[in-house]
Every structure is written in C-alpha cells, then in structure tokens.
C-alpha cells in the first residue's frame, strides 16, 4: 500500500506569494495534520482535520488555512509569505480509533522563501 | 511553546557505544511517543509507551516511560552507523495533537 505523499517535493517563493501543498493520505486513513519543522527543530502542530473538519489548530497565525477533501486528501494553503516560513512542512495520516493514536509521515515539502 | 524538553541536543559517538537520549516535560501525557528522522524523510513512529514506568524494547533499543508519565528515555545498545538520525519525541494533547520535542541529532561514527 501507498504510503502518505505530498507534493511538491520542493517549492521556492517570493516574500508575499501565497503557496498551496498537498497530501494525500494512507488509504482508510480519516485523519490528517499538518506540521511545520523549521531546520534544527522539531515539527510543530499547524492543523487537524478529520472528516473534513478541523479538529485542532496550532499557534500560527491566519495566514495559514488548510481543508480536506471529500476523499480526505488536504490541502495546506499559507498566503503573504514570509521570509520565516521557510521549513519543511509535514503531512501526518491517521486513522483514529481505539488504543492509542499512530501518525504515519509524508516525506514533506520543502518551502524556501526569498 | 515547547512542552518537551530534549537532551542531549547534539550527540556523536562511535560505533559500539551505548547511549541514552532523554525527553522531559513538566506536563503529564497520556502517552509519549520516538519518532527516527532521517534527512530529506518524515519522522518514523518507533514506539509508543502508554504506560507510567513502561518499558519496551526494540531490537538494540530501549524505550521507557516515566512513573508519572512526565519523562521518557531512549537507551540505544551498541550503535551502528545505520542508526544516524534525528530522535524525537511527543506527546499528545486531549485532542490528539501532538507536541514535538526539540529533537536530538545522532551521529553514529564507523
């Protein structure tokens, strides 16, 4: 089976463009989120969805939106760039049920804004 | 705000050597989780421990879960080159969105 993908593998904007990423998740998978992982650091929690509705967001500020789709694709929209969302963004897939709750990771998008 | 503390941050040893990564919060989790990232890669769920002074092994590694859930450390036996990466921990929130730690970079030299 596929895992999760995401593309693009690499994108480089300007300072104010808006960019759009996808991800399509594990198939039987309801449940994806969205990170963030600036060069040095851990991921950090941009966005929940799950079945189509946000579930959760993280601290970040309106510039960034998210929606899933119908056949729980998403799509991570972030507008007016800033030199500081330059990172690897990460889409997660799950599939929530009982126990405990296992994240399984796309290989990301690189986004380089200059 | 990071809730998990990671330590060390920076780690290279050579082949054969033990080691032991830690992840510290001052919050209680419901669970904790170690991810392996290797570079241009997602992170990789390795274990997940659920329970107060849990431990679980996986081949050379060595998972374990604080009494009062607020700790976890990562014990690697002999390490090859092939364990190279970054290690991360997290924890979930009521909603089941996960914290990250600050990660530790492991360098594991032949």
């Known amino acids: 089976d596929a895992g999760v993908t995401q593309s693009p593998t690499h994108l480089i904007k300007t300072r104010g463009q808006q960019v759009t990423l996808r991800c399509s998740p594990i198939s039987g998978h309801k449940s994806v989120s969205w990170y963030q992982q600036v060069l040095g650091q851990g991921p950090q929690f941009i966005f929940q969805?799950?079945?189509?509705?946000?579930?959760g967001r993280g601290n970040f500020p309106d510039r960034f939106s998210a929606r899933q789709f119908p056949n729980y694709s998403s799509e991570l929209n972030v507008n007016a760039l800033l030199l500081g969302d330059s990172a690897l963004y990460l889409c997660?897939?799950?599939?929530?049920?009982?126990?405990?709750?296992?994240?399984?990771f796309g290989p990301g998008t690189r986004l380089t804004v200059t | 705000t990071q809730l998990l503390e990671q330590s060390p941050q920076f780690l290279s040893i050579q082949e054969g050597e033990n080691l032991t990564v830690y992840c510290n919060s001052s919050?209680?989790?419901?669970?904790l989780q170690w991810y392996r990232q290797e570079p241009g890669e997602g992170p990789v769920l390795l274990v997940t421990v659920v329970t107060g002074g849990e431990v679980k092994k996986l081949k050379r590694l060595t998972f374990q879960f604080g009494d009062a859930r607020k700790d976890s450390s990562l014990h690697i036996t002999a390490a090859q080159p092939g364990d190279t990466g970054l290690y991360l921990c997290?924890?979930?929130?009521?909603?089941?969105?996960?914290?990250f730690g600050t990660g530790t970079s492991l360098t594991v030299i032949p």
């Open positions: 969805y799950y079945e189509k509705e946000e579930r």
């Open positions: 997660a897939s799950s599939s929530i049920g009982r126990g405990t709750y296992e994240q399984y």
């Open positions: 997290a924890g979930p929130n009521t909603g089941n969105q996960f914290y």
């Open positions: 919050s209680v989790f419901s669970s």
